[in-house]
């Protein structure tokens, strides 16, 4: 069964710390994602990877960064929290063959507090 | 770039009734339409997905239909029971430069099903 796994399902932290969220996926995925959840916003792309060391700007990457040293794992990097980033944080992969539909696998989620 | 506007953004059904969601998306060359389902504190889940050389895509009791020229489309669930309960989240996409391009997301509709 596919999965992806967000290491924390809550974390409070205090303004100007700085935030590591990881995300692992056992599906050999080229592609993962940072999404951004909050009530009636909806789903919003902070950052993507289709490699490797690769990376892209999402919707809303001010304030936020990313790494992908492994194929597996994708941090999303908070330098210095901010209230403003108090949020659900979904991390997905999905394949990346040409012809794929670009099913979207979630993770269960990690929710942020920042005081 | 690509909008996704979705209504109503809450829905209440006695069980067994239809519900019907509706979306709208203002990128003519989009062609991939999935409908994600998210349970309470869980990760959105595909449930059903319609590509624009089709106008309707039925899997038991719940079905999606596409009108391009109106560049709407809807899911509609019959029956509905107490664990179709969830948030659902329409999303449109288009192949570009043979992949698909990142989902753009509506901002979700929270369904309620009393028994």
């Known amino acids: 069964d596919v999965k992806v796994t967000q290491s924390s399902r809550y974390l409070v932290k205090r303004t100007g710390e700085k935030v590591f969220l990881e995300c692992v996926q056992d599906?050999?995925?080229?592609?993962m994602f940072w999404y951004r959840q909050d009530p009636g916003l909806g789903l919003r792309l902070i950052y993507f990877s289709y490699d490797v060391k690769m990376k892209e700007k999402g919707d809303i990457p001010e304030g936020y960064s990313v790494s992908r040293e492994k194929k597996e794992r994708f941090s999303l990097i908070l330098e210095s929290a901010s209230t403003n980033q108090t949020s659900m944080y979904l991390c997905?992969?999905?394949?990346?063959?040409?012809?794929?539909?670009?099913?979207?696998?979630f993770g269960e989620g990690s929710r942020l507090t920042v005081l | 770039g690509e909008n996704v506007e979705q209504h109503p953004s809450t829905l209440s059904v006695q069980e067994g009734d239809s519900a019907v969601i509706k979306c709208t998306y203002s990128?003519?060359?989009?062609?991939?339409f999935p409908w994600y389902k998210q349970e309470l504190g869980k990760g959105p889940q595909l449930i059903i997905d319609i590509r624009s050389n089709v106008g309707e895509k039925k899997d038991q009791r719940i079905a999606v239909t596409l009108n391009k020229t109106a560049k709407h489309f809807s899911l509609h669930i019959t029956e509905t029971q107490p664990e179709d309960s969830a948030v659902y989240f329409c999303?449109?996409?288009?192949?570009?430069?043979?992949?698909?391009?990142?989902?753009?997301f509506g901002k979700g509709t929270k369904l309620s099903v009393k028994p």
């Open positions: 599906m050999d995925h080229e592609n």
């Open positions: 997905a992969s999905s394949l990346s063959h040409s012809g794929n539909t670009g099913e979207l696998f």
């Open positions: 990128d003519s060359a989009s062609n991939y």
């Open positions: 999303a449109a996409s288009r192949f570009y430069g043979g992949s698909q391009g990142n989902l753009i």
